[in-house]
């Protein structure tokens, strides 16, 4: 691809998010009938979205809570070579409290899964030179614990690579298999890999889980499998605009897992070995790891990569920080990080065309799906929260028509619907929520529903303005830095 149609296709999607924003000033103005029906159109496409969501959440919610209560090193033992299966289970560390990522090993320790399959990578960053202290002292600490223990060191400034969580993965994935199969000559057909965040905690069953899918599956080398990221380690904690917007991330990547069609591995995810060797690992020169990860993977095998859901959480931290305006900055960054895989689309289309082998429909559906996402994640609340206001305002004379003066009510008649899908949300959410600390009062329980009214607002500041930002910065080619996520003790 030319350099010139790459920035086209770098350009294109800012272009579309402002242009449909801002076609809720002009077209209110010279085109106000035609706005006002693609404002109620738009209406009833969130209504459609928020009943599908609502109801892959509470199937997707009812698979979990009968995925926690079944014994699945039962179903496991049924497979007569389940003990030849490892899984290495990399811990990405950057600059974060060794507290956080030894909280996670203290977790993983509690596996039903026999500790002596599993492999546990601490993936450290030469420039933080701390962190490898720490892991050689938490390798000492859970000495015997697990099969292996292995710490690597990222090299700094190695050029042509972009500093994060995706090179990091790269460099640590390979160090496992010259280690374990190179080297040691394990067996690469049975070793399945877990790229996980310092602060991510993974269901006691996880591992025994993935192992039975694993097995049961043959097409196993061509697969993701992808558990339920919820942002509950810190959920109590956090301010209460932020505790919105995370709710909404938890219910979405839960509903995600009913929808094969749309889900792609995120942030904690596991797949083989043998898949990752045969398309060279993730890609080091690149900020978002997950999608692209994804999309590597589905064109170099023709289509035939899908993700699997695992139907248990894997919790993490919400972003924080020490005081209150410092957690809200940091949410912001981590949501215009996540935003910034709209990068990922230039890539996406590159591909499609150099791989026209496989299934064309299924290449098309993913690659609109991502279109979809990323291009209107900026432009949702624009439309939904003051679209109907902007017409109105800049047109006064429509507004004194039959139609400009019913739009506010129709409009607001059809989001209302929306309320009914809140309300069986947050019931799922409340109920998959850990137990408040002891140190959070009841009152503060009782009137969590209340910071719902928070939603326009937290919607505003913490979705569509640092998405506008991402597409904003790739637009104008001001390429986005990796910011290591804050955590908080």
Same mark, same amino acid.
């Given at each position: 691809?030319?350099?010139?149609?790459?920035? =086209?296709?770098?350009?294109?999607?800012? @272009?579309?998010?402002?242009?449909?924003?801002?076609?809720?000033?002009?077209?209110?103005?010279?085109?106000?009938?035609?706005?006002?029906?693609?404002?109620?159109?738009?209406?009833?496409?969130?209504?459609?979205?928020?009943?599908?969501?609502?109801?892959?959440?509470?199937?997707?919610?009812?698979?979990? =809570?009968?995925?926690?209560?079944?014994?699945?090193?039962?179903?496991?033992?049924?497979?007569?070579?389940?003990?030849?299966?490892?899984?290495?289970?990399?811990?990405?560390?950057? $600059?974060?409290?060794?507290? %956080?990522?030894?909280?996670?090993?203290?977790?993983?320790?509690? #596996?039903?899964?026999?500790?002596?399959?599993? &492999?546990?990578?601490?993936?450290?960053?030469?420039?933080?030179?701390?962190?490898?202290?720490?892991?050689?002292?938490?390798?000492?600490?859970?000495?015997?614990?697990?099969?292996?223990?292995?710490?690597?060191?990222?090299?700094?400034?190695?050029?042509?690579?972009?500093?994060?969580?995706?090179? $990091?993965?790269?460099?640590?994935?390979?160090?496992?298999?010259?280690?374990?199969?190179?080297?040691?000559?394990? *067996?690469?057909?049975?070793?399945?890999?877990?790229?996980?965040?310092? *602060?991510?905690?993974?269901?006691? #069953?996880?591992?025994?889980?993935?192992?039975?899918? @694993?097995?049961?599956?043959?097409?196993?080398?061509?697969?993701?499998? #992808?558990?339920?990221?919820?942002?509950? $380690?810190?959920?109590?904690?956090?301010?209460?605009?932020?505790?919105?917007?995370? !709710?909404?991330?938890?219910?979405?990547?839960?509903? /995600?897992?009913?929808?094969?069609?749309?889900?792609?591995?995120?942030?904690?995810?596991?797949?083989?070995?043998?898949?990752?060797?045969?398309?060279?690992?993730? *890609?080091? *020169?690149?900020?978002?790891?997950?999608?692209?990860?994804?999309?590597? !993977?589905?064109?170099? !095998?023709?289509?035939?990569?899908?993700?699997?859901?695992?139907?248990?959480?894997?919790?993490?931290?919400?972003?924080?920080? %020490?005081?209150?305006?410092?957690?809200?900055?940091?949410?912001?960054?981590?949501?215009?990080?996540?935003?910034?895989?709209?990068?990922?689309?230039?890539?996406?289309?590159?591909? @499609?065309?150099?791989?026209?082998?496989?299934?064309?429909?299924?290449?098309?559906?993913?690659?609109?799906?991502?279109? #979809?996402?990323?291009?209107?994640?900026? &432009?949702?609340?624009?439309?939904?929260?003051?679209?109907?206001?902007?017409?109105?305002?800049?047109?006064?004379?429509?507004?004194? %028509?039959?139609?400009?003066?019913? /739009?506010?009510?129709?409009?607001?008649?059809?989001?209302?619907?929306?309320?009914?899908? =809140?309300?069986?949300? =947050?019931?799922?959410?409340?109920?998959?929520?850990?137990?408040?600390?002891?140190?959070?009062?009841?009152?503060?329980?009782?009137?969590?529903?209340?910071?719902? /009214?928070?939603?326009?607002?937290?919607?505003?500041?913490?979705?569509?303005?640092?998405?506008?930002?991402?597409?904003?910065?790739?637009?104008?080619?001001?390429?986005?830095?990796?910011?290591?996520?804050?955590?908080?003790?």
């Amino acid at each position: 691809m030319s350099i010139k149609i790459r920035r =086209l296709l770098e350009i294109m999607p800012g @272009f579309l998010s402002w242009n449909l924003i801002l076609f809720l000033v002009w077209g209110g103005y010279f085109f106000p009938v035609f706005t006002a029906y693609f404002i109620l159109a738009f209406d009833v496409y969130w209504v459609y979205k928020g009943l599908s969501m609502t109801l892959a959440a509470i199937l997707s919610h009812i698979r979990i =809570l009968a995925a926690q209560r079944l014994d699945w090193m039962k179903e496991v033992v049924e497979f007569g070579d389940y003990k030849k299966v490892r899984h290495i289970i990399m811990i990405l560390i950057a $600059n974060e409290s060794s507290q %956080t990522y030894e909280k996670t090993l203290d977790e993983l320790v509690k #596996q039903t899964f026999p500790l002596e399959q599993i &492999v546990v990578v601490v993936a450290t960053e030469e420039r933080f030179p701390q962190a490898k202290i720490e892991a050689e002292r938490l390798k000492n600490k859970f000495l015997g614990k697990f099969g292996k223990f292995l710490v690597t060191v990222h090299p700094a400034d190695i050029a042509g690579e972009v500093k994060g969580k995706s090179s $990091n993965e790269a460099w640590a994935s390979r160090e496992a298999k010259r280690i374990l199969v190179d080297e040691e000559g394990w *067996d690469i057909n049975y070793l399945t890999i877990t790229s996980n965040d310092a *602060d991510a905690i993974l269901h006691k #069953q996880y591992f025994a889980y993935l192992t039975f899918k @694993f097995l049961d599956d043959p097409g196993r080398y061509e697969r993701f499998w #992808q558990p339920a990221i919820v942002f509950y $380690n810190n959920i109590w904690r956090i301010p209460a605009p932020n505790r919105v917007i995370n !709710t909404f991330s938890n219910m979405w990547q839960t509903g /995600l897992l009913m929808r094969r069609d749309r889900l792609v591995n995120f942030s904690n995810y596991s797949t083989t070995m043998v898949l990752m060797d045969k398309v060279g690992y993730w *890609d080091a *020169d690149v900020i978002p790891e997950d999608y692209r990860v994804f999309f590597k !993977t589905f064109f170099k !095998t023709n289509g035939k990569v899908e993700v699997e859901p695992i139907f248990l959480p894997s919790c993490a931290d919400a972003a924080e920080s %020490t005081t209150t305006w410092k957690t809200f900055v940091n949410e912001y960054e981590q949501k215009k990080r996540w935003a910034w895989g709209v990068s990922d689309i230039p890539y996406v289309v590159e591909m @499609f065309f150099k791989h026209p082998e496989g299934s064309l429909f299924n290449k098309i559906l993913r690659t609109l799906r991502l279109l #979809q996402d990323h291009i209107l994640w900026p &432009v949702n609340w624009f439309i939904i929260t003051i679209g109907v206001s902007i017409v109105t305002l800049v047109n006064p004379v429509f507004k004194r %028509t039959a139609l400009g003066y019913m /739009l506010p009510r129709i409009s607001s008649g059809i989001l209302t619907i929306t309320i009914l899908f =809140l309300a069986v949300l =947050l019931i799922i959410e409340f109920r998959q929520r850990p137990k408040k600390p002891d140190d959070v009062s009841r009152l503060k329980v009782l009137l969590s529903p209340l910071e719902f /009214l928070l939603m326009p607002i937290a919607g505003f500041f913490f979705s569509a303005l640092p998405s506008l930002d991402a597409h904003t910065r790739l637009m104008l080619g001001r390429y986005l830095e990796y910011r290591v996520t804050e955590k908080v003790k």
